[in-house]
């Protein structure tokens, strides 16, 4: 049931695109098909050695790696689709990828994101 109702969902791609300084152009790489409901929520990336991170309105992450030139899209933790998220962002700690969120009853939830 939830395969159909995504197959029948209004979906949008987002295109990526790599500039090459050693060419000083821009490289077309590829689609990232999401639910048209989705977009970045902020114009910011967090940047770590060569990946780069974007955090999208469904609390989901963005990865992609400059050198391999993949992506994967990670589920936020679970607590933040559990309740109400007044704020959420993406920011570096101690050379990891952190979420932090602001629940509507003002309590703050931090995670640091280990394996990615």
């Known amino acids: 049931m939830i395969d159909l109702l995504k197959d029948h969902a209004d979906y949008d791609n987002f295109h990526l695109e ?9 490289r ?15 114009d910011e990336a ?5 990946v ?11 990865r992609f790696d400059v050198f391999s030139e993949e992506y ?14 007044y704020t959420s962002r993406l920011i570096k700690f101690d050379e990891k990828l952190t979420y932090f969120s ?8 931090i ?3 280990y394996q990615f």
């Open 72 to 85: 994967l899209v990670i589920s936020a933790p679970s607590i933040t689709n559990d309740t109400n998220s």
């Open 28 to 42: 077309e790489l590829c689609n990232i098909r999401l639910p048209s409901s989705v977009y970045p929520v902020l």
């Open 52 to 62: 780069v991170y974007f955090l999208f309105s469904n609390y989901d992450i963005l």
């Open 18 to 26: 790599l500039f090459a300084f050693n060419t000083w152009e821009w």
């Open 102 to 109: 602001i629940s509507g009853d003002l309590s703050w939830t």
């Open 46 to 50: 967090i940047i770590s050695g060569s």
């Open 111 to 113: 995670w640091l994101l």
